[in-house]
């Protein structure tokens, strides 16, 4: 039996809801891959979300070095996604650096429930899907959640 990752974007959550989702999958850790874990949204900010994530009873990770690189936002918002997708698998997953952040996550990932969180709603859009189709290749489940 594999195991499973969860994902979400918190694009029109807000944070009840998205802690309702976490719950109800029986999600424990929230991994941000967010290379910029602010938001004008409010409580999606990297300290207003591990505060309200701790009082919700979830742990929070922030694995910034799996975040997007600014051209590969940029890309994102454009809907071109195969651009994202190759410039997020140039600059992160195929450095030293990236290796070893996945690497933290798959430890992460087998040790608890986890989901992954970025903005985007639609998973096909967001490297959310890069990081769970390599995940897919260490015996992971993605399941995308939507809050």
Avoid: W
């Avoid at 979300?49 to 936002?73: C, D, S, V």
């Avoid at 040790?111 to 189709?133: A, K, N, Q, S």
Wanted: proline share 3%.
């Amino acid at each position: 039996m594999s195991k499973k990752v969860f994902t979400i974007g918190y694009e029109g959550l807000d944070p009840e809801r998205l802690f309702a989702a976490l719950r109800e999958a029986g999600v424990s850790t929230l991994a941000d891959v967010r290379a910029v874990a602010n938001s004008r949204k409010r409580g999606f900010s990297k300290a207003a979300l591990h505060t309200g994530l701790e009082q919700a009873g979830f742990g929070y990770e922030h694995l910034r070095t799996l975040g997007t690189p600014k051209a590969g936002r940029e890309a994102a918002r454009a809907h071109d996604a195969g651009l994202m997708r190759r410039i997020y698998c140039e600059e992160v997953l195929e450095t030293a650096e990236g290796r070893n952040a996945f690497d933290e996550l798959i430890v992460l990932a087998s040790r608890v429930p986890t989901c992954l969180l970025c903005f985007e709603r639609e998973p096909d859009r967001c490297h959310r899907r890069v990081l769970t189709e390599r995940l897919a290749a260490q015996g992971f489940a993605a399941v995308d959640l939507f809050g």
